[in-house]
């Protein structure tokens, strides 16, 4: 495995606050990497730095062997940008647009059809692809712009809070799409979101809190962090049952609310010995996971709010930032 963007304690501070503080990690080719923490714990600004939107105090990012900061229309060639909010002309077709975009990055000529129809079917807007932008749902344009930031085939795709905003089955048609991207369109994807659950279709997250890395790994190993599996059992008789677990497996049961409590490493392997021992005493068996959520909050002593989301302003502003660059270099 080779890692295609690299962070090296990059540092950001706007006057008194340090926004990004001090962080380091490497982001695998052909991966998906999340950045999850809650409102304000600098997400944004880290790719801003990585898209070379914004330079850092201090420390070093490169991706694809490109320095942000000292190589930024490298790093530019071989990106691609989906912001938290809409970028899409909605005067433009969905086709136009995307031919705006090849336009933009040099999409030889020869090619820009059969990557902007290639795109359109991907996200599954080709039957879409004469109407104009402002007649799509919100789910709809998101899609689009997902298939727009990857027409100049860019290595790395950034995704800033792609999903929200949206209703829950629009999210998870558009996470459906952004999970093949990397086998379908040979891309990293660098995404952020403030949803435990949608960090869960990462290879590898980093959960960040007020500028700092707090943990990382794959999503079962930071699961790991909080303990195992709890299952939690009905027997006709919960006092017998809790003495044969005891004694026969060796485990520690308890009764809470009518149930039996058993904590376990490895749930789906514990349940089939518990019914084995039981037999005809058990009525229902249930296992608990633990989650991303019971990770933060053991890390923080908080639960990340996504009502708390910070609104558009910021963004558009970095948005406009963004283009009046592009435009430039
Ligand atoms: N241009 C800016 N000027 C001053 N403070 C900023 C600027 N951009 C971000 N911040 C501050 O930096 C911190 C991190 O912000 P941000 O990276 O947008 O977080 P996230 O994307 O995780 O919500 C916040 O406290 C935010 O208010
Ligand atoms: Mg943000």
Known sequence: ???????????????????????????????????????????????????????????????????????????????????????????LTAYEN??????????PKTERKGRIDDALNFVGLYERKDDTVKKFSGGMKRRLEVARSIIHQPKVLFLDEPTLGLDP????????????????????????THYMEEAEICDKIAIIDKGKIIAQGSPEELK????????????????????????????????????????VSKGDACIPKLINTLADAVVSVRLQRPT??????????????????SGGDELKESIRSYRKKFDRG
Not at 98 to 107: A, D, G, Q, T
């Open 1 to 91: 495995m080779t890692a295609i963007i690299t962070v090296e304690n990059l540092t950001k501070k706007f006057g008194s606050i340090t926004a990004v503080d001090g962080i380091s990690f490497e982001v695998q080719e052909g991966t998906i990497f999340g950045f999850l923490g809650p409102n304000g714990a600098g997400k944004t600004t880290t790719i801003n730095i990585l898209c070379t939107l914004l330079s850092p105090t201090s420390g070093g990012a490169s991706i694809d062997g490109h320095d942000c900061m000292k190589e930024s229309p490298a790093v530019r060639k071989n990106i691609g940008i989906v912001f938290q909010d809409n970028t899409l002309d909605k005067e």
């Open 98 to 107: 995307l031919l705006f975009h090849s336009y933009l990055y040099n999409v």
């Open 169 to 192: 089955q629009s999210r998870t048609n558009l996470w459906e799409f952004i999970s093949e991207l990397p086998k379908k369109h040979a891309v990293t994807i660098f995404m952020t």
């Open 224 to 263: 790991k962090m909080v303990g195992g599996d709890v299952i939690y059992l009905k027997t006709r008789n919960n006092v017998a049952a809790i003495d044969e677990i005891k004694a026969s497996l060796n485990l520690d049961a308890e009764e809470k609310n009518g149930e039996i409590f058993i904590s």
């Open 292 to 309: 991303l959520n019971d990770v933060f909050l053991k890390l923080t002593g908080k639960a990340i709010r996504p009502e708390a989301v």
